[in-house]
């Protein structure tokens, strides 16, 4: 299912950058709201986790389009 060009489309342009903005927009909310350690981690590594993770599905959209068409 996620060697799927399209579920990786989904994943990669939709899904999981939505979620580090979210993530993101609940760090900072936790962090401007007095619970600075949690809300640190939260910005950190639960963002970039999502991040990270949409840069990765891309790639892996990439070449599955690249194998799909033979390297063209």
Avoid: C, D, W
């Amino acid at each position: 299912m996620l060697k799927k060009p399209e579920t990786l489309f989904v994943l990669g342009y939709m899904l999981l950058p939505l979620l580090a903005l979210l993530s993101a927009i609940v760090g900072l909310t936790m962090i401007l709201g007095g619970n600075k350690i949690v809300g640190a981690i939260v910005l950190v590594l639960v963002t970039q986790a999502f991040a990270f993770g949409a840069f990765f599905a891309l790639r892996r959209r990439k070449h599955a389009l690249l194998a799909e068409h033979g390297g063209e």
